[in-house]
C-alpha cells in the first residue's frame, strides 16, 4: 500500500504560479512513476503529467507544456508539480497517483491516488 497527500492548492490570479507536493509514505517510494492528474467540476479526470520511478523521464498533457513540472525527491518521499502561468482553465482539484507502469498516462495506469487539492485560477 501506498498513502500519498497532496497540498499546496489555492486561490491564484491568472498568471501567477503554485507548488503543489504529494508526500507518500507505505511501500517503497522510489519504485513507483508517480503523476498528476486533475478533474474540473463536470469533467473527467484528466491527466497532467508524470515521472518514472527514477526521475530521469517526465510527460505531461500539451494542454500545460512549458508552464508545469513534475519532480520528485527520493529523500523526502515527495513528488512535486510547479505550476507557472497559470490560466483560470487550469482550475481543478489535483491528484497525485502512484503506479508500477513506466510511462503511466491513463487513470486505469495508476493503483493509488491521494484526497485532491483545489486549485483555482482566477482571471
Known amino acids: 500500500q501506498v498513502q500519498l497527500v497532496e497540498s499546496g492548492g489555492g486561490l491564484v490570479q491568472a498568471g501567477g504560479s503554485l507548488r503543489l507536493s504529494c508526500a507518500a509514505s507505505?511501500?517503497?517510494?522510489?519504485?513507483?512513476?508517480m503523476g498528476w492528474f486533475r478533474q474540473a467540476p463536470g469533467k473527467e479526470r484528466e491527466f497532467v503529467a508524470v515521472i518514472s520511478w527514477s526521475g530521469a523521464n517526465t510527460a505531461y498533457a500539451d494542454s500545460v507544456k512549458g508552464r508545469f513540472t513534475i519532480s520528485r525527491d527520493h529523500a523526502k518521499n515527495t513528488v512535486y508539480l510547479q505550476m507557472n502561468s497559470l490560466k483560470p482553465e487550469d482550475t481543478a482539484v489535483y491528484y497525485c497517483?502512484?503506479?508500477?507502469?513506466?510511462?503511466?498516462?491513463?487513470?486505469?495506469?495508476?493503483?493509488?491516488w491521494g484526497q485532491g487539492t483545489q486549485v483555482t485560477v482566477s482571471s
Open positions: 497517483a502512484a503506479s508500477s507502469r513506466s510511462r503511466a498516462t491513463t487513470v486505469y495506469d495508476y493503483a493509488y
Open positions: 507505505g511501500r517503497t517510494f522510489s519504485s513507483y512513476a
